[in-house]
């Protein structure tokens, strides 16, 4: 399974990349398996560079903020006008019970049809899996303040050309503060994407909504995950702050998330 960083930035795009998306990427019977982990703000661009946009399996939505969701406005469009027509039907989109009425106001569309024409919308239940090729993806029900929001744990598992099995578990915060949930997402994960959007000291008064570098880095711990990337972190945190923040409690297996960079796992 590939990881690559599409988007990383929290809140909002910022100079070096847009708002939340990850793109995973595994090959299984015959086939290169792609699904994308949130499509925010200014990442449908950026995605181009990695994907034709008609070789989408899937879309998995973390929560409805703007910054994790939006870009799904731009993919309508994609899908709804190409000219010629789109050539592999409706894209399946998981996400809260809320996501195609939310997307089709935020565009401006009646709510039926909305987007359903292009899309196949799902809803999430918090711990019921999803099958999608070789993906499996649990949402976990975590500390954000929005309707539903929810961390993702994505198990792979692929058959390779010499007959053996390889089993990869990814797991990905969304947005959250610290909870129980967020740890079991992430046990004994061999990647833990987690946010880090607030710093110590400065963010101690705002409880309930994101995670700092020491948070992350404690939840990792807790959860026995093998390798912390930080994701998420806006223009106004100091990056070497909670990358600090971290390595003091998880240790050197931490890294900060940087648009365009591939992991494999």
């Known amino acids: 399974m590939k990881l690559t960083i599409v988007g990383c930035t929290g809140s909002f795009p910022g100079p070096g990349s847009p ?43 973390s ?20 000219p010629g027509g789109w050539d592999r039907g409706r894209i399946p989109v998981w996400g809260p019970a809320a996501t195609a009425d939310r997307l089709a106001t935020a565009y401006g569309l009646p709510l039926d049809p ?25 949402p976990f029900a975590v500390n954000h ?8 744990r994505v198990e792979c598992r692929q058959e390779l050309e010499d007959g053996t099995v390889k ?3 990814l797991s990905y915060s969304g947005d959250t503060d610290s909870c129980p949930e967020l740890v079991e997402a992430a ?24 995670l700092t570098g020491k948070r992350a880095g404690e939840a990792a711990v807790e959860a026995g995950a093998r390798r912390l990337l ?4 806006p223009v106004w945190t100091d990056t070497t702050k909670v990358l600090h923040e971290a390595r003091d409690v998880f240790g050197e297996g931490v890294a900060v998330a940087v648009a365009g960079v591939h992991y494999q796992l």
């Not at 409805?64 to 406005?73: A, E, F, I, K, S």
């Not at 909305?114 to 499996?136: I, N």
């Not at 930080?230 to 972190?233: A, C, D, E, S, Y």
């Open 19 to 61: 708002a939340s998306c990850y793109l995973l990427t595994a090959d299984s019977g015959g086939k290169r398996w792609k699904i994308v982990l949130d499509l925010g703000s200014g990442a449908l661009g950026a995605l181009q560079r990695y994907t034709d946009l008609e070789d989408i399996d899937g879309v998995f939505l």
């Open 63 to 82: 929560h409805l903020h703007p910054d994790h969701c939006m870009d799904l406005c731009g993919l309508h469009v994609a899908v709804h006008w190409k």
């Open 114 to 138: 909305g987007m359903h024409e292009d899309f196949d919308f799902a809803s999430w239940t918090a711990r019921e899996p999803v099958k999608l090729g070789p993906f499996t993806i649990t």
């Open 145 to 152: 303040p929005i309707e539903e929001a929810y961390a993702l």
């Open 167 to 169: 089993e990869s578990v």
């Open 187 to 210: 046990r004994d994960t061999d990647f833990f994407l987690c946010e880090a959007a607030f710093e110590e000291g400065r963010d101690d008064d705002i409880k309930d909504v994101h």
């Open 230 to 233: 930080l994701t998420h972190i």
